[in-house]
């Protein structure tokens, strides 16, 4: 079964450094999202693509987050400069279109800013 | 803004037993809702989607129902194992989708 890939799975930093992540959706899902998950919590939006294009980044912190997905396809989320606070599980999902089809997760890269 | 809740947050059984998710949500104009299993330090696995049209779908020992005049969805798991031991998260989708915080489920040997 396609699945959805990123990496890396674990990444430690220290704050005030810079951090990016991979997703690579399933072949031929053209919405993609990114998810923060604080541990017991659900997981948040923080910007959904629909092909290369924003749909919407109302949650993205931007004076410190940016998200690209230049050729449609796979996308990269950044984070600089980190701060405490961003530790937590960040989650990409695609679905094959916006919304009416179900949402599929990869497993997410979990951040721990020191 | 679209609230769903799951109560419990965290649930016990032993093994054999049939159980009941619940999940509420405040806005009845949704288009679907999703049932997900994660495991710990895993990302979200689909387990179930009900379209707005739908009353309830059905895949293996899982069944999900929908009520959106009331606002509620329940995942009902027959013959509880030890392996369904996760939490269980619902989602609602409007203009997006909505999660709750989860139902974390241990079955006992």
């Known amino acids: 079964e396609a699945e959805v890939a990123q990496s890396p799975r674990y990444k430690i930093t220290e704050k005030s450094q810079a951090v990016a992540f991979w997703c690579d959706p399933i072949?031929?899902?053209?919405?993609l999202y990114w998810y923060r998950q604080i541990l017991g919590q659900g997981p948040e939006l923080l910007v959904q693509?629909?092909?290369?294009?924003?749909?919407?980044d109302s949650q993205l912190p931007k004076d410190r987050f940016s998200a690209e997905r230049l050729k449609g396809v796979d996308s990269t989320l950044k984070i600089q400069p980190a701060e405490l606070g961003d530790s937590a599980m960040y989650l990409c999902?695609?679905?094959?279109?916006?919304?009416?089809?179900?949402?599929?997760f990869g497993n997410g890269t979990r951040l721990t800013v020191t | 803004k679209q609230e769903v809740t799951q109560i419990p947050a965290a649930l016990s059984v032993p093994e054999g037993e049939n159980l009941v998710l619940n999940c509420s949500f405040t806005?009845?104009?949704?288009?679907?809702l999703q049932w997900f299993r994660q495991d710990p330090g895993k990302g979200l696995t689909s387990l179930l989607l009900?379209?707005?049209?739908?009353r309830e779908q059905t895949s293996g020992r899982l069944n999900a129902s929908l009520d959106k005049s009331s606002g509620r969805s329940t995942l009902y798991i027959a013959a509880s194992q030890p392996g369904d031991s996760a939490t269980y998260l619902c989602?609602?989708?409007?203009?997006?989708?909505?999660f709750g915080t989860g139902t974390s489920l241990t079955v006992i040997p």
């Open positions: 999902a695609s679905t094959r279109k916006s919304g009416n089809s179900p949402l599929h």
């Open positions: 072949s031929g899902h053209a919405t």
């Open positions: 693509f629909q092909d290369e294009s924003v749909v919407d």
């Open positions: 806005d009845s104009a949704i288009y679907n």
């Open positions: 009900i379209q707005s049209s739908q």
């Open positions: 989602a609602a989708y409007g203009n997006q989708f909505y």
